[in-house]
């Protein structure tokens, strides 16, 4: 008995149970339809409770899971009565053992479940960093391959909180190439015999990771929040909090209004925020990014710098924000440190510098009077708990077993 259906979001082709990114008649998502229409809370410790509404048979049991709580101190400071926090990191006294500190582990346990499930071997990743760092770990759990390819700037983000092991293989991109740059090799490799792409957020088991922090916030608060803050580079969170509550939605528990995603990129590399801004689905390089690889230098949360984000794309980003009647927001990296300051001394946990521009948003938005006070507000703190985490074990950092000069090296001097 099967658990869900792909289907194809534009030509509706439906493709049952599969490790698939994309349909054969068009470039739109697919998404999973699941059997189960109610969220069935499973007695596992971590993200496995959502096991309704992620693309795997077995139920996962790590320790591992999105936590959300209400606020009082950063509430109080900003005078609002509903402000909850979606933590995703380490933070052991609120319940949150997420030892790679991001929700990007939420999407790399379902993955590696789905790719095993359906005999894939090895799968191949580019990365900023957190979502390497990520899959690195439950490779090293689970002994499956993971070739991740990241540019410098993301080198110091990749370390475990145990030993690295054989299955781990990090590939370093030389100085002067960006994310972008990680990406295009990364889907080179991907082509090579055995291995699988992960996909972003064509990636499903991705998506539905993801968005169980939507689903905790639903079933901790009793109901849907009304407005959604993340900062985003891909806006992959941003496409998974919106899926989720349209399943919450027709679930039919936890209110029918769809929650208003509050999204924000950090200037001055914000190609989404300002092809939002302008009104337009397309994003035009020279208009919303020009100068970018000068831009992404200057950008503080370098994890927030995609150059080739699932925006337009049917069933991505524009469709998300449109359907919630959103908002974008630019912050600047002061503003990012201000609120990162502010949000560190009232909540009493440290956060990375993505969720510091979420945080910023939100102190924008009540500035501009984008909520009311009286609103329920979840703000995703992606990210967290890596200084807290130091406290209690020794990271340690994983060595590339080969760096690339740029993205169209040949791939024998990268994989022995
Ligand atoms: C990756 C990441 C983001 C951005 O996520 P999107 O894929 O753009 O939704 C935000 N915060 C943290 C901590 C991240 O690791
Ligand atoms: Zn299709």
């Known amino acids: 008995m099967g658990r869900f259906t792909l289907k194809c979001l534009k030509c509706g082709t439906e493709y049952g149970e599969q490790y698939r990114l994309s349909c054969k008649n068009d470039d739109s998502l697919l998404r999973a339809d699941y059997y189960e229409k109610k969220l069935e809370l499973r007695a596992r410790p971590g993200i496995g409770r959502f096991h309704s509404w992620l693309p795997i048979r077995e139920e996962l049991t790590t320790e591992a899971g999105p936590i ?5 101190a950063l509430a109080r400071e900003l005078g609002l009565s509903n402000l909850y926090i ?19 582990e939420l999407e790399a346990h379902p993955t590696m479940q789905l790719l095993k499930e ?69 889907g080179r490799l991907a082509k090579l015999p055995g291995m699988v792409p992960e996909g972003g957020a064509r990636n499903v088991a991705r998506r539905e990771g993801m968005g169980t922090v939507m689903l905790d916030a639903a079933v901790t608060i009793g109901k849907m929040p009304d407005h959604y803050f993340q900062a985003v580079g891909s806006g992959t969170g941003g496409i998974s909090a919106w899926e989720a509550s349209l399943r919450l939605q027709a679930d039919g528990r936890f209110g029918l209004k769809l929650p208003k995603l509050q999204l924000t990129q950090n200037l001055p590399f914000a190609p989404m925020y300002r092809a939002w801004e302008a009104g337009r689905r397309e994003i035009i390089p020279e208009l919303d990014m020009p100068d970018a690889k ?65 945080a ?8 501009a009077g984008n909520v009311a006070k009286d609103d329920v507000i979840l703000l995703n703190i992606a990210g967290g708990g890596f200084e807290r985490l130091k406290e209690d074990l020794t990271p340690i950092p994983i060595t590339p077993v080969a760096t690339a000069e740029n993205p169209d090296v040949p791939l024998e001097d990268l994989i022995s």
């Open 68 to 72: 959300t709580y209400k606020s009082e």
């Open 86 to 104: 979606g933590f995703s990191g380490y933070w052991p006294e609120q319940g949150a053992f997420i030892k790679t500190c991001s929700f990007k």
């Open 118 to 186: 359906t005999g894939g071997k090895a799968i191949v990743l580019a990365s900023a960093g957190n979502t390497g760092r990520a899959f690195a770990h439950v490779s090293a759990l689970t002994g499956t391959d993971v070739y991740i390819v990241v540019p410098e700037s993301g080198i110091p983000k990749l370390w475990l909180p145990e030993e690295p092991t054989d299955s781990v293989h990090l590939i370093r991109m030389a100085p002067g190439n960006d994310y972008t740059d990680a990406i295009n090799l990364a």
């Open 294 to 358: 000068q831009q992404i230098a200057e950008t503080y949360a370098t994890v927030l710098t995609n150059r080739a984000p699932p925006y337009a794309v049917n069933g991505g980003l524009y469709d998300a924000l449109a359907d919630t009647d959103g908002i974008m927001y630019g912050v600047t990296k002061e503003d990012a440190l201000e609120a990162k300051k502010l949000f560190e001394s009232l909540e009493g946990i440290d956060i990375l510098p993505p969720s510091a521009v979420g």
């Open 360 to 367: 910023a948003s939100l102190l924008k938005a009540v500035e």
